[in-house]
């Protein structure tokens, strides 16, 4: 079956430590999304890529780094410099512009 | 103003009622409306494309008003399952075509 697999579905972290959320897709899709999302908030986009090795940073990528190195694969590291890390983290592809975005199941990070 | 905006609600309905939501954007060259469904602690999961000329998929329709900026879902014979938020997204043009959410409406059907 085809599909967004995002890992781990749950984590934590201690304070200042670097952590990579894993967002792997076997749809072929070109475009590839990290979402954000706080409890009752919309989703506020970090970090989007629409070809590989190339990528974009959205309206919240201060704290987060990506890389695209393969098509299938778009991981997300938050690091030491996020100030508020815990939240819901979604990942999503489509297969170009303008059309309807796949969703992971999400990853919830904790901050302890 | 914020690019897509959604009446956070929520809605409380019974069962068997007809409920409307409405998402209005900023942007008036957007391309592409959504409507997605989210359950509690659950991912996004696409609900239906908005076209021009408006479209239905059973008990519900999705409409285009591009003069006055909205798009709007209507929910026919509400089933207890259709207790959900419901967010609408907008991919707006100007060069990368990035979806943007609004904040979502929750609907929450009761018997």
């Known amino acids: 079956d085809g599909g967004i697999t995002q890992s781990p579905k749950y984590l934590f972290r201690k304070e200042g430590q670097n952590v990579t959320l894993s967002c792997e897709q076997n749809l072929n899709h070109d475009a590839m999304y990290w979402y954000r999302q706080d409890p009752g908030q919309g989703l506020r986009l970090i970090y989007y890529?629409?070809?590989?090795?190339?990528?974009q940073k959205g309206d919240i990528a201060e704290g987060y780094s990506v890389s695209r190195e393969k098509k299938e694969s778009f991981p997300l590291t938050v690091t030491s410099a996020q100030k508020n890390p815990t939240a819901f983290y979604l990942c999503a592809s489509s297969i170009g512009s303008r059309v309807e975005l796949f969703f992971g199941e999400g990853s919830r990070l904790t901050v302890l | 103003r914020k690019e897509v905006e959604q009446d956070p609600g929520p809605f409380n309905v019974p069962e068997g009622a007809t409920v409307a939501f409405n998402c209005t954007y900023s942007?008036?060259?957007?391309?592409?409306f959504f409507w997605y469904r989210q359950d509690c602690r659950k991912e996004p999961k696409l609900l239906m494309s908005?076209?021009?000329s408006g479209n239905e998929d059973g008990r519900f329709t999705a409409q285009l008003n591009r003069a006055s900026q909205y798009i709007s879902l209507l929910i026919r014979d509400s089933k207890l399952s259709d207790s959900a938020t419901y967010l609408c997204v907008v991919i707006l043009s100007g060069g990368s075509y990035i979806p943007t959410f609004g904040r979502g409406t929750s609907l929450i059907v009761h018997p």
């Open positions: 908005v076209y021009s």
């Open positions: 942007n008036s060259a957007s391309q592409s």
């Open positions: 890529s629409q070809i590989v090795n190339d990528f």
